[in-house]
Nanobody, 122 residues
Framework: QVQLVESGGGVVQAGGSLRLSCAAS????????MGWFRQAPGKEREFVAR????????RYADSVKGRFTISRDNAKNTGYLQMNSLKPEDTAVYYC???????????????WGQGTQVTVSS
């Protein structure tokens, strides 16, 4: 089992950038696909991005495509989400998660971090 801890959230003005990190411990991080999800108040948790075990394949939600970049460094057991051109509607708690399955649904992921708050002011 992998344990995950997110960091890097904060308050930023619209148009700004943040880089989230997801530090993994436990069993081999490189054996798992990794995804980022977010949940805004009163809304369901939604898919943001995912990355393959090697990092060679990435997928994004349409709402963040071209603005966010997911990456991973398996040597450091860490995943990242670079967020540029942030908008107020990006405000949410962001979670990283790992999965042995291939998918964009939250139910496909079995290990989750505690989340980190991202607030984008207008």
């Amino acid at each position: 089992q992998v344990q995950l801890v997110e960091s890097g959230g904060g308050v930023v003005q619209a148009g700004g950038s943040l880089r989230l990190s997801c530090a993994a411990s436990g069993r081999s991080f490189s054996s798992y696909r990794m995804g980022w999800f977010r949940q805004a108040p009163g809304k369901e948790r939604e898919f943001v991005a995912r990355i393959s075990m090697s990092g060679g394949i990435t997928r994004y939600a349409d709402s963040v495509k071209g603005r966010f970049t997911i990456s991973r460094d398996n040597a450091k057991n860490t995943g990242y989400l670079q967020m540029n051109s942030l908008k107020p509607e990006d405000t949410a708690v962001y979670y990283c998660a790992t999965s042995l399955l291939l998918g964009n649904a939250a139910v496909d992921y079995d290990t989750w971090g505690q989340g980190t708050q991202v607030t984008v002011s207008s």
